[in-house]
């Protein structure tokens, strides 16, 4: 008999709380775990199959060097010496537009993303290439000039509304939302709820639907702007809420006005029945919509989130409980970058900008290939496996063959390490500490540290720890003085005093922030993504510090601080020893808020609550000057405008010699992108 302990399945981004049972370091029998909060127990096939993902032939236990086509493995001081090197020489002789970072993929260890994007902007570069930039920065961008930031994005609040509309979602197969099934089956089965679905195809999810639109495939922004037009011509439109929260109705109602309703429906090939019947739900229901890759990567995938945000704002469904809002976050999981802006970076040749603070892994092929002098030539790779996950496999392998440098930190010999000059075996998601930051839920935030659950084989390191050590080998942490590991190995108000005396000394180390703990704190507990998390929840934003008093976790007010005498007298203390008054910063109450929910955190190896957002006040998350939702986005105007029966019947009438629609995606419960390697659970 094994032990059994807590984790999560990092399968997908719901990350459901798992227990397994360990024996000889090994991952025996799986549950759900019925303590984890978000997830309930809940578990699917996948999930009770991690010991596939976690022990197979493919894992990496050294670092590995090609020499002569073979791969030799190389001790850990070798292979920092020798890719800080090259790494230097490159961003030297080209700038740092030679340099991306290729991270951030992968469905529940994103610690790395924080190391790795540290490491890209010490060395200059902004070139973050990530699976975000081919799903979901269309949508980004929309909800950017909408709601007036990239990182305000909505989801569905299917807690409190009556009705979900699918959108090229299956999440019967797919989930995308805490324990997708049982809850699509409540929506399709409860007289009270309803779930329509829009997808051409008779999904899962489509077949327990109650209502069901076949559209033809790649129709969707033809489709959605006849329901604005039914909506608008009936006068359905919610006026008070347009007028109370919206700019702009009136400058988008007349693109509607003249609208062949009749005519794109036909293209669309679903009746005008059923599209009326969905209308009118739609105008008289609390409901939310879930869109997903069936639009988000698809034809026209940013007019089309344009129109369903339209459509929502025409029912006044955003940022009201039980329609789409803006959730709460423990940190957000990605920058506003707007390109309007000379400072946002683009890509060297195909002029591509930014987006959220990624950039689409569609073009880096081109871009390697241009021969510009500026062009990506050093890339490091973590967390993802781009020659299988995106598109164009023939391009990646050239471009990635004429590259100077490529790394790839990874679990697996994948297809993309095989290709590369050095690949860092990487701990998995059951050897670290990690987490993942897509655990979108509303109105509670949940966040989940997981605790490794598994001692890591050879001289696998976390990714955090392995850029540590580049960033080191690069010159890009400042010294650490003796006092501050010394600290470390102390308890953490110690830490936090020697901390803010050494960043008071050195400001420039706050570029370096999560190497700098990685070397102290990190040191100490083996992770450096654990360390990490202590500057995560440091440096919290007003708004995650409001959610989490209402989950109870208040700061304590100040004057209960002051009259612990022990703290006190610890920080005056440490302002003698180091010299500085910056350790009186401790004794703020935030940091004593930001310390409650650390030890909370790692006491609770099921998850947490770590926030509620307020429910009654989601407008105050807008980011627009007048914290309004923004209609009219300019530069779609002649694209919706311009879409119609004859334009789309013209597009998409069918090559004669390949009369075919590609349905890519299909995200199957037999399939979880690329992070099952083992031949025996793919059998069959
Ligand atoms: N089991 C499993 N679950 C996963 C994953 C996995 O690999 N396996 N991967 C995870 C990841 S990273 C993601 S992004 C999600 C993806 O989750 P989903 O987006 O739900 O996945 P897909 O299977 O691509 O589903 C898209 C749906 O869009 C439909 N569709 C195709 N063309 C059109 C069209 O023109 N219009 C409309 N309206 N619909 C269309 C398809 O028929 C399909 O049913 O799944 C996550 N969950
Ligand atoms: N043909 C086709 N292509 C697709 C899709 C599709 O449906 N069909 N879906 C697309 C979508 S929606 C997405 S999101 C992308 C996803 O594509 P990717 O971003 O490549 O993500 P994953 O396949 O989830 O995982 C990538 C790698 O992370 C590694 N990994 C797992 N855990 C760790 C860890 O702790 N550390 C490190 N360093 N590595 C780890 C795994 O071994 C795996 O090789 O694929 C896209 N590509
Ligand atoms: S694959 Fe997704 S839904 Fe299934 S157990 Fe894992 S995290 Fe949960
Ligand atoms: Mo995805």
Redesign the pocket.
Known sequence: MGEWKKTSCVL??QNCGLEVEIEDNRIGRVRGDKSNPRSQGYLCV?GASVPFHQHHADRLTHPLKKVDGEFIPIPWEQAIAEISAKIAAIVKEHGPRAYVYMGGGG?GCHFEAGFGTTLMKGLGSRYHYSALAQ?LTGYFWVCGRMLGSQNRYVIPDEHHAEMILA?????M????MPRAPLVLREFASNPEKRLAV????K?ETAKIANLHLA?R??T?ALLVKAMIAILLKEKREKRDYLGRHCTGFETIEPWFADFDVAAALAVCEVGYDDVHALCRELATRRWCFHP????LM?RHSTLVSYLHMLLAAVCGRLCVAGGNVIPGTVMPIGSHSDERDPKTWRTVSTNFPAIMGTFPPNVLPEEILSGHAERPRAVVVSGSNPLRSYADTKAYEEAFGKLDLLVTMEIAMTETAALSHYVLPARSGYESWDSTFFAWTYPEVFFHMRPPVLAPEGDRLECGQIYTRLARGLGLVPEIPAYLKEAAGKDLFSFTLALLAFMRKNPKAMKAMPFVLAETLGQAADSANRAALWGLLLAMPGATRKNAARAGFPAPPAWNIFTEPGRIAHALGACIRYGSAAPLMALHPNVAQSERLYRHLLEHPEGMWIGRADLEANMIELRTPDKKIHLHIPELEAALKGIDAASERAALTPDSEFPLVL?A?????R???TLMRDPAWLKG
């Open positions: 997908c981004p996948k469905q799903e959108i090229g979602w299956n999440g197969e797919s989930h995308q829009i997808d051409p195809r999904s559209l495939p790649g969707d997903d890759l069936g639009t698809n349905n995606g299909r995200h199957s419960r399939v979880a992108n």
